[in-house]
């Protein structure tokens, strides 16, 4: 059984940093791509950033708003994903997930794995 679980977030002030994990069993995260995603209060869960399969070459892609902020990457030996988070503003704030898709351009889900996902406020 595929699970992904996430962690790391909490809170935090504006201009601060997070970094958040994405732990799965059942399944070789380096052979697939990985988006994060968050959701905002009363908003629809929106992708912001995503890494490729490592055998596809790994390019990552970020939304416009988190664009040299946030950095994704993978760690193959703990198959992990993480989101490197800096400068954090108001507008991060949300609970943020991790999932697998097709492709990073893609919104089919190969696994139906989401976890309970992991809560970002950045308040002052």
């Known amino acids: 059984q595929v699970q992904l679980v996430e962690s790391g977030g909490g809170l935090v002030q504006p201009g601060g940093s997070l970094k958040l994990s994405c732990a799965a069993s059942?399944?070789?995260?380096?052979?697939?791509?990985v988006r994060w995603l968050r959701q905002a209060p009363g908003k629809e869960r929106e992708g912001i950033s995503c890494?490729?399969?490592?055998?596809?070459?790994?390019?990552?892609h970020d939304v416009d708003s988190v664009k040299g902020r946030f950095t994704i990457s993978r760690d193959h030996p703990k198959n992990m994903v993480y989101l490197q988070m800096n400068d954090l503003k108001p507008e991060d704030n949300g609970t943020y997930y991790c999932?697998?898709?097709?492709?990073?351009?893609?919104?089919?889900?190969?696994?139906?794995?989401w976890g309970q996902g992991t809560q970002v406020t950045v308040s002052s």
């Open positions: 890494i490729e399969r490592s055998a596809n070459g790994g390019s990552t």
């Open positions: 999932a697998v898709p097709v492709h990073c351009n893609s919104s089919i889900w190969l696994f139906d794995a």
């Open positions: 059942g399944v070789t995260l380096g052979s697939f791509a």
